[in-house]
């Protein structure tokens, strides 16, 4: 099997050791497919805007970080990204998210958002009370940027929202009707070169949590999914331009009642291994190695 040799891009300054552990999940999974790559930090391979990357070039870059201009950068090198740049700057903002899924017709709970706040300028409770009357309470509200659900708040009246509001302050957010039936629960879809590669039902880690999240503390089970389930997830992947992608799905009260909640361009694979006993790592290689040669 022909060896290809190519990167992996991590984030210079966030490095947990969960990310550590999900790094090396990476490379061994690449070696099963025939990929070789070296790990770099973000810092550690500065490239002039416009300038052509330097042969040998690497064959593909394993982009697991969010640093959109460092992408686009490479980019515009002549390197071939996965997830492309586009796509992790899409998945990356809530707010863009939405704007593309409702685009392509996806269903997603109803999104409203909020007026731009510029720096030194204080935000005005009265917008989430204009989205409440719309949305009602409780009333999500969501920074456009953030992770493991630290950037998700529920607020209950006014008094809450403005606490909420203050708090994110000149950060871009939304306001977002609450899936009520799907609160403490949602699907996490893993999606790699189309297909949806195995599911798992998460649960909160308390009955007054909303937020399912792994990271937060919440469990997982394997779960088969339906055919509509299965279909948003891939079409939200196909829709933001994702190779691969972790797609979470809140579930209203019928079968049918399906919402794409937010798709994640950089998914945690270590639970999605120990619950689904499927490592989507190697998919992702495989999928890679395809295109790779399909571009050849
Ligand atoms: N509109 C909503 N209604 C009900 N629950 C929600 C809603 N939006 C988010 N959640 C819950 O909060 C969690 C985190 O939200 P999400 O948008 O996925 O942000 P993050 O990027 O932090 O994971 C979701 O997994 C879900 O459990
Ligand atoms: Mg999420």
Redesign the pocket.
């Known amino acids: 099997m022909e060896i290809y040799n190519g990167w992996l891009i991590v984030n210079s300054y966030y490095n947990p050791a969960k990310f550590n552990s999900l790094y090396r999940v990476l490379e061994d999974s690449a070696e099963k497919a025939g990929l070789h790559f070296s790990k770099w930090t973000s810092d550690q391979r500065p490239t002039i805007v416009g300038s052509q990357a330097k042969e040998p070039k690497p064959s593909f870059v394993l982009f697991w970080d969010k640093d959109i201009q460092l992408a686009k950068t490479m980019e515009l090198s002549g390197l071939h990204l996965f997830n492309s740049a586009n796509a992790i700057a899409l998945a990356d903002d809530?707010m863009e998210t939405a704007l593309k899924l409702a685009a392509a017709g996806i269903p997603i709970?109803d999104t409203i958002p909020a007026p731009t706040c510029f720096p030194g300028c204080k935000r005005n409770p009265d917008s989430a009370e204009r989205a409440a009357k719309i949305l009602g309470w409780p009333l999500?509200i969501?920074e456009n940027k953030?992770?493991?659900?630290?950037?998700?708040y529920l607020a209950k009246d006014k008094a809450e929202a403005a606490r909420i509001l203050t708090h994110i302050g000149e950060h871009d957010c939304q306001f977002?009707?609450?899936?009520?039936d799907?609160?403490?629960?949602?699907l996490r879809v893993t999606v790699v070169g189309g297909k949806a590669i195995c599911a798992m039902e998460?649960h909160?880690a308390s009955p007054t949590e909303?937020?399912?999240?792994i990271?937060a503390g919440g469990t997982a089970t394997a779960r088969v999914i339906s055919p509509l389930e299965e279909k948003l997830a891939v079409d939200a992947a196909a829709a933001l331009g994702l190779d691969f992608a972790g797609v979470?799905i809140?579930m209203g009260r019928t079968p049918e009642e399906r919402?794409v909640?937010?798709v994640?361009s950089n998914p945690q694979l270590q639970s999605t291994i120990d619950t689904c006993g499927i490592n989507p790592a190697t998919n992702i290689m495989w999928h890679i190695r395809s295109q790779i040669k399909s571009a050849e």
Request: charged letters at 30%; a positive charge; hydrophobic letters at 25%.
């Open positions: 809530k709970p999500v969501k953030g992770s493991f659900g630290a950037q998700v977002q009707r609450f899936i009520r799907s609160s403490g629960k949602d998460r909160a909303f937020r399912s999240n990271g979470d809140l919402y909640c937010e994640n």
